[in-house]
C-alpha cells in the first residue's frame, strides 16, 4: 500500500505554469509506477503522464505532449507535474496514483491520492 498526497493545484490563467506534486509513502517497491490522471465535471478519468520509479521511462498523453513533463526526486520520493502553456481544457481535478504497470488505464494502479483542483481561466 503506498499513499500519495498531491498538492500544488490553484488557478492559473491560460498560458501560464503551474507544477504539481505528490509525495508518497508506506509501502513501496522498487519496480511501482507512479502517474497523474485528471476528472473534469461529467468526465471519465483520464491518463495524463507516467513513469517508473527508477527509469528514465515515461508515458505522456498526446493531449499534454510537449507542455506537460513528469520528473522525480528520489530522495524526497516526490513526483512532479510540470505544466506548461495550460488550457482552459486542461481544468480538471488532478489525482496521483500508484501501481505495478505503466500504461494509461486508471484500473491498473492501485493507489490514489485525493486530488487536487487545477482551474485554468481563459
Do not use: H
Not at 506534486?21 to 483520464?46: D, H, L
Not at 493507489?111 to 481561466?121: E, K, R
Request: glycine content about 12%; charged content about 15%; some cysteine.
Amino acid at each position: 500500500q503506498v499513499q500519495l498526497v498531491e498538492s500544488g493545484g490553484g488557478l492559473v490563467q491560460a498560458g501560464g505554469s503551474l507544477r504539481l506534486s505528490c509525495a508518497a509513502s508506506g509501502r513501496t517497491f522498487s519496480n511501482y509506477v507512479m502517474g497523474w490522471f485528471r476528472q473534469a465535471p461529467g468526465k471519465e478519468r483520464e491518463f495524463v503522464a507516467g513513469m517508473l520509479w527508477t527509469s528514465t521511462s515515461t508515458l505522456y498523453a498526446d493531449s499534454v505532449k510537449g507542455r506537460f513533463i513528469i520528473s522525480r526526486d528520489n530522495a524526497k520520493n516526490t513526483m512532479y507535474l510540470q505544466m506548461n502553456s495550460l488550457k482552459p481544457e486542461d481544468t480538471a481535478v488532478y489525482f496521483c496514483a500508484a501501481g505495478w504497470r505503466l500504461g494509461v488505464d486508471p484500473g491498473t494502479y492501485a493507489s490514489w491520492g485525493q486530488g487536487t483542483q487545477v482551474t485554468v481561466s481563459s
